[in-house]
Nanobody
Framework: QVQLVESGGGLVQAGGSLRLSCAAS????????MGWFRQAPGKERETVAS??????YYADSVKGRFTISKDNAKNTVYLQMNSLKPEDTAVYYC????????????????????WGQGTQVTVSS
């Protein structure tokens, strides 16, 4: 079993930056695919970024502004968010998919096996 704990959310002005962290425990996730999804009230869940080995995926809405990275030594995945916009306001969740034989970076919620409790990101205009 893997536990995921997010941190780093908060309130930021439009144009600002935040760095989210997701610490995994229970198992090493070095071989796992990791991702971040977000959900805002009244909106569909959206995976914004994922990473599998050196392969990454970004939703069009965040491409060029968000960067996902993984530190296997710390069992942690990060989401650097720059040039934030009010429409980025949401609860951000970390997700993990167990090891598999592909460099495909999953992009749908149901492709993952574990999810964290989320951290709120609020971007003011």
């Amino acid at each position: 079993q893997v536990q995921l704990v997010e941190s780093g959310g908060g309130l930021v002005q439009a144009g600002g930056s935040l760095r989210l962290s997701c610490a995994a425990s229970g198992r090493t996730v070095s071989g796992y695919a990791m991702g971040w999804f977000r959900q805002a009230p009244g909106k569909e869940r959206e995976t914004v970024a994922s990473i599998r080995w050196s392969n990454t995926y970004y939703a069009d809405s965040v491409k060029g502004r968000f960067t996902i990275s993984k530190d296997n030594a710390k069992n942690t995945v990060y989401l650097q968010m720059n040039s934030l916009k009010p429409e980025d306001t949401a609860v951000y969740y970390c997700e993990a998919r167990k090891n598999y034989y592909s460099d495909y970076a999953p992009r749908e919620f149901y492709e993952y096996d574990y999810w964290g409790q989320g951290t709120q990101v609020t971007v003011s205009s």
